[in-house]
């Protein structure tokens, strides 16, 4: 059974910095892309970040710069290192596993239950 639990939301301010974690079970991090979308109220899905089997990396223009995705295959883990953030960012953000083209439509095959950043001073 394929499971994604994030962690790591919080408030911030403005130029801060926070890290989310995504533990997956069920499946190898190796054997999928991986990545994040956000969601602000009354806005669209945006996807923020994948990093696929070959540990190649896409990020949506909006976060290029000051967003970074890893992952620790040996741990099931997805990270994503977010700084200088700014208000825009926030939103709850979502683990998701699928491909890279669909994650960076906002959306996947499987998802977690997100994890809430707000970037307010």
């Known amino acids: 059974q394929v499971q994604l639990v994030e962690s790591g939301g919080g408030s911030v301010q403005p130029g801060g910095s926070l890290t989310l974690s995504c533990v997956a079970s069920?499946?190898?991090?190796?054997?999928?892309?991986v990545g994040w979308f956000r969601q602000a109220p009354g806005k669209e899905r945006e996807g923020v970040a994948c990093i696929d089997t070959v540990d190649w990396t896409s990020y949506s223009d909006s976060v290029k710069g000051r967003f970074t995705i890893s992952k620790d295959a040996g741990k099931s883990t997805l990270y994503l290192q977010m700084k200088t953030l700014k208000p825009d960012d926030t939103a709850k953000y979502y683990c998701?596993?699928?491909?890279?083209?669909?994650?960076?439509?906002?959306?996947?095959?499987?998802r977690g239950q997100g994890t809430q950043v707000t970037v307010s001073s």
């Open positions: 069920g499946f190898n991090l190796n054997h999928y892309a």
């Open positions: 998701v596993r699928g491909t890279c083209s669909k994650v960076m439509a906002g959306w996947g095959d499987y």
